[in-house]
């Protein structure tokens, strides 16, 4: 894991163009600490700072260049075939000088083409690669799992693995996109392509994009999507077993100490049981690390604690305590790239994994998303009945569950307001995963309810998924905004903060796509959560916690907050937005009708305004 940066100028770059790029470079430092480079073309800067995981040797450093030094690469990420990928090509004529991964991208573009490496990658990935035949090109992997922003600065493109970098290359002015600010409001973090930052774009997932040598504009290819008509398929647990096993054993390639993070839930404690099937005898103990708490009803430490004696762990547990959350929530505010309404758990975890010596972890995250563990998608197989309602009852009754929720404390009550118009694919999840109901975000904005309506129409309506049922069309959706806006993002900027690279073998793309090809009424069970994974793992301890009432890995936040509420307030207050609505919520949230989420929010806003 690493961070990228770069600039591109079809006019040819000057000496003083490097100093951007180094500065860009330096503000990622905490993402590479290992190592440095800079590599200046004709019309190109590349810079790199390294977190080593394969070929620890100077031979790993980046940029690298092919055998002539004409293709050059800045690239962030795994690639978990690498192996058989490189035995192609030394096949093909090609010379290695190194071990890494990096250098399959070189010598792979070279033989295949970008759209022929790309198609053949496996892994999580964001790379600038630099050939004077056709000028900069741009990949990122098909999930979204590695970032890359980019600045069309007018006769220069800049890019970097973080939103921060971009500003501090001096040539990026800082000014809030309010359309984003809206985004984040409805959504709980800001939906891409947009990002914080007036003119900073994120490069979509699956996609790949080039300037060339006679244009800076870049022209954007997708490459890779989710194939929503896909033929159903049975669910044959030996094959999603075997692209389980294979997936999770491909996630432990390293040439440095790797854990895992463990909570009670299905995913985790099944990433360590195929990883006790999976892993060579020779391996040592696998190492797992739980969060706990002095709060009980929060800590998932005894079930944690069973998965680590039946699979004979070295087993880690970390307790983080309110003062722990006094002490630090400005040092998390710090390290936030982009505003979030969560990420706290994954700070501190990366914190403690990084004492512990470990550089690289994996994860569960993806899990809910790919295996549908959530909710929702139990109710949304009876969610036809809405499109017959007639829409003045819809309207009336959505309204009256918002000032209910918002009378009662209930956010998800709160969120029926999204449902007054017609009910598509995108009302519907931003009914079960919006953030702010819209007329609070009006208020907060201070717009009309027509301009917030025009908002959310613009930046979540897809009609891909509009053409689904509810279930797949949501979940298609899902992965797009709450997986790559904000669980992936957070997951990358936070465990970064502490030089730890996260790794979640649930979002390998052929796991991925076996899974979607799964028809929807198999991939639920009113007895048993996630029964696809529960099957697939084949461990009567996994079922037993599939078949508890499934909890998020959260922290007591609003406990904790209330210790230091006067100083978030006061933060809170001092953002861009109406100041009367942000009192009002932070007054919501006192008297307990408002979840801590939101309140914590207008304190991140309030951070970096």
Same mark, same amino acid.
């Given at each position: 894991?690493?961070?990228?940066? !770069? ?24 993402? &590479? ?26 031979? &790993? ?144 997932? !699956? ?53 895992? +993070? ?290 998020? +890995? ?51 806003? !309030?951070?970096?305004?």
């Amino acid at each position: 894991m690493c961070g990228i940066a !770069g600039l591109f100028r079809s006019s040819g770059v000057s000496e003083e163009d490097q100093q951007p790029v180094a500065r860009m470079t330096a503000a990622q430092a905490h993402r &590479g600490p290992d190592a440095s480079g800079l590599h200046a073309a004709t019309h190109a800067v590349l810079g790199h700072r390294r977190l080593s995981i394969l070929d620890l040797s100077p031979a &790993g450093h980046q940029p690298m260049s092919n055998e002539d030094g004409t293709i050059w690469v800045t690239y962030n990420g795994e690639i978990y075939n690498q192996r058989e990928l490189r035995r192609e090509l030394v096949r093909a004529g090609h010379d290695f000088r190194s071990t890494t991964d990096t250098e399959v991208l070189v010598h792979g573009y070279e033989q295949w083409g970008i759209e022929g490496l790309l198609t053949r990658l496996r892994g999580m990935f964001a790379f600038g690669l630099y050939d004077p035949r056709r000028g900069l090109l741009l990949a990122r992997d098909r999930l979204g799992i590695k970032p890359l922003y980019y600045f069309d600065a007018g006769d220069a493109l800049l890019f970097a693995s973080e939103v921060k970098a971009l500003l501090g290359s001096g040539l990026v002015p800082e000014q809030r996109d309010r359309k984003a600010l809206a985004g984040f409001l409805i959504a709980g973090a800001v939906p891409s392509p947009l990002t914080i930052v007036k003119g900073v774009r994120c490069l979509p997932p !699956g996609h790949w994009a080039d300037c060339s040598r006679q244009s800076v504009p870049l022209t954007i290819h997708r490459y890779w999507d989710l194939d929503c008509d896909a033929a159903s398929q049975d669910d044959d647990t030996y094959d999603i077993r075997a692209c389980l096993d294979d997936a999770v054993g491909r996630h432990f390639a390293s040439d440095v100490p790797v854990g895992v +993070f463990l909570s009670g839930g299905v995913d985790s404690a099944g990433l360590v049981a195929v990883a006790s099937r999976v892993l060579h005898p020779d391996a040592g103990a696998l190492v797992t690390l739980t969060v706990t708490f002095d709060e009980r009803e929060y800590s998932e430490s005894a079930p944690a604690r069973q998965v680590a004696e039946r699979f004979h762990t070295s087993h880690r547990e970390i307790r983080v305590t309110a003062a722990d959350f006094q002490n630090q929530f400005h040092a998390f505010l710090g390290a936030m790239d982009q505003p979030t309404n969560d990420g706290i758990n994954t700070y501190f975890i990366s914190q403690a994994a990084r004492q512990a010596g470990l550089t690289v972890v994996l994860s569960g995250l993806g899990g809910d998303e790919v295996f549908w563990g959530y909710k929702h998608y139990r109710w949304l197989a009876r969610a036809s009945w809405l499109a017959a309602v007639p829409a003045p009852v819809r309207r009336l009754v959505a309204r009256g569950g918002y000032q209910w929720g918002r009378l009662g404390g209930r956010d998800r009550w709160m969120r029926t307001d999204y449902l007054q118009g017609d009910p598509s694919n995108e009302q519907l999840y931003l009914a079960m995963r919006g953030f702010f109901a819209p007329s609070q975000a009006a208020r907060l904005l201070g717009i009309g309810r027509a301009e917030m309506d025009a908002t959310i129409e613009e930046q979540f309506a897809d009609p891909l998924a509009d053409r689904q049922p509810a279930q797949t069309g949501v979940n298609y959706i899902e992965v797009k905004r709450y997986l790559h806006d904000q669980l992936l993002r957070d997951t990358d900027v936070f465990s970064m903060a502490h030089s730890i690279e996260a790794r979640v073998p649930y979002l390998d793309h052929v796991l991925v796509e076996r899974l979607w090809r799964v028809a929807p009424s198999l991939k639920l069970d009113p007895a048993v959560n996630k029964p696809l994974l529960v099957r697939a793992v084949d461990d009567p301890l996994l079922l037993r916690a599939g078949s508890r009432p499934k909890n998020g +890995f959260v922290f007591p936040m609003a406990r904790w907050m209330r210790t230091c509420a006067p100083e978030l307030r006061e933060i809170a207050d001092s953002g861009a937005l109406d100041r009367g609505a942000v009192r009002q919520c932070w007054n919501d949230f006192s008297a307990g009708r408002l979840h801590w989420s939101r309140a914590w929010s207008l304190a991140v806003l !309030g951070a970096g305004n």
